[in-house]
């Protein structure tokens, strides 16, 4: 069975702290992304990668940053975080995005505070 | 105007009722549709793709309207378990990046 895990289903943290969000995938995927949910504005991509240490820009890059170190893993890093990053983040992964579909992770709802 | 639009309800609906929604999309050059259903605190999952023919499975239904730039999707019979955001999602040519409209809630009611 498809599998998208990601490391924290709830997490909190301080205003300024450094947050990792990570998410592995055991389908041999290439393509991966990270988006963000909040109510009313829907999914919004903030980065994807298509190769092992290769990543984009999304939509809503800014405050973010990303590795892809392994094909199977995608970090997503909040190097400061702030309140208006509480959110909830969800990873998925595709084969081939255009014609396949993608699988999501769980999601990680997280407070900065 | 938005890439991908959808009306965001809610659709509220008896059990057994026919419901359909629409999403429009912009970009002519977009050649892949999906409908996605996300359920209250979960992960989208993808419902069904939408193909050009139109396609159906089960009591839900697709299809795709190139000329007027909307996918429409069907739902018969409704049953309670289908209350549920769906998403649309539209995917250009050439791209790498799914865009998602930000849903349709359904509540089916007894």
């Known amino acids: 069975d498809v599998k998208v895990t990601q490391s924290s289903r709830y997490l909190v943290k301080r205003t300024g702290e450094k947050v990792f969000l990570e998410c592995v995938q055991d389908m041999d995927h290439e393509n991966m992304f990270w988006y963000r949910q909040d109510p009313g504005l829907g999914l919004r991509l903030i980065y994807f990668?298509?190769?092992?240490?290769?990543?984009e820009k999304g939509d809503i890059p800014e405050g973010y940053s990303v590795s892809r170190e392994k094909k199977e893993r995608f970090s997503l890093i909040l190097e400061s975080a702030s309140t208006n990053q509480t959110s909830m983040y969800l990873c998925a992964s595709s084969l081939d995005p255009g014609t396949n579909m993608q699988y999501f992770g769980p999601g990680t709802r997280l407070t900065v505070t | 105007r938005k890439e991908v639009e959808q009306d965001p309800g809610p659709f509220n609906v008896p059990e057994g009722a026919t419901v359909a929604f629409n999403c429009t999309y912009s970009n002519s050059a977009s050649q892949s549709f999906f409908w996605y259903r996300q359920d209250c605190r979960k992960e989208p999952k993808l419902l069904m793709s939408?193909?050009?023919s139109g396609n159906e499975d089960g009591r839900f239904t697709a299809q795709l309207n190139r000329a007027s730039q909307y996918i429409s999707l069907l739902i018969r019979d409704s049953k309670l378990s289908d209350s549920a955001t769906y998403l649309c999602?539209?995917?250009?040519?050439?791209?790498?990046?799914?865009?998602f409209g930000r849903g349709t809630s359904l509540i089916v009611h007894p």
């Open positions: 939408v193909y050009s």
């Open positions: 999602v539209v995917v250009r040519r050439g791209s790498y990046i799914p865009t």
């Open positions: 990668s298509y190769d092992v240490k290769m990543k």
